[in-house]
């Protein structure tokens, strides 16, 4: 079963998990470079254990096509002899009791925080704009 980006045809950044604690962006970068070209590769660490991270990442390409075509090929594939889940990348959700700030969030600095930012709009003006 293939996740299909035609939901979403700008999606380009790709989920990678079940990662063995040997896999470190040069052999991510080598596995999927040749679905296409590669913006960035990101491992979150694992400061919580002695592991080097916390056995997945992500992987951006330029194109959605790209990104589609690496999901086709290596979800499921054998990586240092562990199996890999490759899939779309979700959005971050904030959870409830979370300690991330909402305006941490572009979507909300988008719609808030840069239109407050304009000097040529009042605060009066904001306050309308945002509640009606």
């Known amino acids: 079963m293939s996740t299909e980006i035609k939901d979403n045809p700008n999606k380009t950044t790709i989920y990678v998990g079940g990662l063995d604690d040997q896999v470190n962006e040069k052999i991510l970068h080598a596995a999927f470079v040749p679905f296409g070209d590669i913006v960035e590769i990101q491992i979150p660490p694992d ?22 075509e690496a999901i086709d090929n290596m979800n499921l594939s054998e990586l240092y002899g562990k199996v890999i889940k490759v899939n779309l990348a979700r959005p971050m959700r904030i959870k409830e009791g979370s300690v991330r700030a909402v305006w941490s969030e572009d979507a909300w600095l988008q719609k808030y925080a840069l239109k407050s930012a304009d000097p040529k709009v009042s605060y009066d003006e904001y306050e309308k704009e945002t509640n009606s």
Request: hydrophobic fraction near 35%; glycine fraction near 10%; proline fraction near 5%.
């Open 47 to 68: 400061p919580a254990s002695h592991n080097q991270h916390r056995g997945f990442g992500f992987i951006e390409f330029e194109e959605a096509a790209d990104a589609q």
